[in-house]
């Protein structure tokens, strides 16, 4: 699936993905218009934040069951 998500650029023009206070993974939306909210969030704050367009994979739970079955 395709979405939106936002990077903050740094000085020497590398970037990386903006993060949610809680969690590690990198928050997606599918509409713009709610990662160009989040980026201006973000430049309220200093950043210089972009709306970049990213592909999108729901995560797989891996159970017991399934990780004794693939691994073992």
Known sequence: ???FSV???RK???MFFASPVEGFATPV???HWQ???HAKECREHG???IVVRV???DPSVV???RYIGEFS
């Open 47 to 49: 950043s210089d934040a």
């Open 1 to 3: 699936m395709i979405g």
């Open 7 to 9: 990077a903050i650029r």
């Open 35 to 37: 990662a160009l909210k």
């Open 12 to 14: 020497d023009g590398s």
């Open 29 to 31: 939306w599918f509409m």
């Open 63 to 65: 159970g017991p069951k």
């Open 55 to 57: 592909e999108y994979q």
